[in-house]
């Protein structure tokens, strides 16, 4: 049974707008959710991170949203760019020991 | 600052044979992961080494996986023998610290990883 769900395999966008990926999880316990990105041929780069104490965390273009009632966060890249272009996996764990659950990723495409 | 490195970064096997992955964490990370990532899937866990120690290895098919770090640095993982079902890349990590706590000493650093095809 899949804990971390990232339900749409791909997105694509223009250059410029915002890029919005999604992820659900099913795993009340888990209380810290992680974003990475994965260009061909690479090992995966952390991108951004979210503690379930709060409800939102930015960094740059990079904003991550967590809303807990629904067991959802979202990932928001404003503005897009082309080197954007990559899988983006979510994952979560629970407690501050925890493995990490991933999702199975989302590939955006950033078109110029 | 280099970072994870694994060798090799291609293998292709036939079934029932054995195969052995290497990897080398970024210097000074006590923390040492090896995931599995199947096509269309995201990575799983197989084993977390804290300096030489087995921390979890919980979602490791012990049977035919087995993992070392013997000197607390460099890891090995082999499989003995391959099914079809293993082929998948395998991702080798590393950490400053273990677990999801204190920011950036717990991010956790991918290599390359190894992709292995089982015929």
């Known amino acids: 049974d899949q804990q971390v769900k990232q339900n749409s395999p791909s997105l694509s966008v223009q250059e410029g707008r915002i890029s919005i990926l999604n992820c659900d999880y099913t795993?009340?316990?888990?209380?810290?959710f992680l974003w990475y990105k994965k260009y061909p041929a690479e090992g995966p780069t952390f991108l951004i991170s979210?503690?379930?104490?709060?409800d939102k965390n930015e960094d740059g273009r990079f904003t991550v949203f967590l809303n807990k009632s629904a067991k959802h966060l979202s990932l928001h890249i404003v503005p897009s760019q082309p080197g954007d272009s990559a899988v983006y996996f979510c994952?979560?764990?629970?407690?501050?020991?925890?493995?990490?659950?991933f999702g199975k990723g989302t590939k955006l495409s950033v078109k110029p | 600052e280099a970072g994870v490195a694994q060798s090799p970064r291609y293998k292709i096997i036939e079934k029932r044979q054995s195969v052995a992955f290497w990897c080398n964490p970024i210097?000074?990370?006590?923390?040492l992961y090896w995931y599995q990532q199947i096509l269309g899937q995201g990575p799983k866990l197989l084993i977390q080494?804290?300096?030489?120690?087995?921390?979890?290895d919980s979602q490791l098919p012990k049977d035919r996986f087995s993992a070392e770090r013997l000197k607390g640095v460099d890891s090995t993982l082999k499989i003995q023998p391959a099914k079809l079902e293993d082929s998948a890349v395998y991702l080798c990590?590393?950490?400053?610290?273990?677990?999801?706590?204190?920011?950036?000493?717990?991010?956790?650093?991918f290599g390359p990883g190894t992709r292995l095809t089982v015929l």
């Open positions: 990590a590393s950490s400053l610290e273990p677990g999801f706590h204190s920011g950036s000493r717990n991010t956790q650093y």
């Open positions: 795993n009340s316990m888990f209380d810290y």
């Open positions: 979210i503690s379930s104490i709060k």
């Open positions: 994952a979560a764990s629970a407690g501050s020991q925890g493995n990490l659950i």
């Open positions: 210097s000074g990370h006590a923390t």
């Open positions: 080494f804290q300096n030489n120690g087995v921390v979890d």
